[in-house]
């Protein structure tokens, strides 16, 4: 389930519903659906995610592709994460391609440490906000 800012709710039986209004709405980054009380609600913006097995969030596709998605001040954190102090977010990116999701997230002193922290993993566990990281979410390339 994801929580943050809720730009819009409707009563829906569907996922898709959901799903499609997020992706027509500008101010749409994310949605979570509850399938007990078939409600949507359609974020626009991201500050953590917790577990509810009565809940099924998605994302808005916005990378740089148009394929996946690209998250500003969100940190993702999976079960298993394998770790690396890089300079840049593209170090990154490349570095996580076989994982299909990365965070990068800056040095918090510029002047002691010139690298930042990059996580990559398979499997997504939860979301949190933290300023000036950088989250990928890519599709396997076929």
């Excluded at 953590?48 to 969100?74: I, Q």
């Amino acid at each position: 389930m994801l929580n943050g800012g809720t730009v819009d709710e409707f009563q829906t039986h569907d996922i898709t519903k959901c799903c499609v209004e997020c992706s027509t709405n500008n101010c749409c980054v994310a949605y979570t659906y509850d399938t007990v009380k078939r409600r949507c609600y359609l974020k626009n913006a991201i500050g953590f995610s917790s577990e509810d097995g009565t809940k099924t969030s998605g994302l808005k596709p916005n990378s740089r592709f148009g394929k996946g998605v690209t998250l500003r001040n969100v940190k993702i954190l999976g079960d298993q994460q394998n770790r690396i102090e890089l300079r840049s977010e593209e170090e990154c990116r490349q570095y996580c391609t076989a994982y299909q999701v990365f965070s990068w997230a800056p040095p918090q002193d510029e002047e002691i440490v010139r690298s930042g922290e990059c996580a990559c993993t398979m499997r997504i566990k939860t979301l949190q906000y933290e300023y000036g990281c950088v989250s990928e979410i890519n599709p396997p390339q076929a």
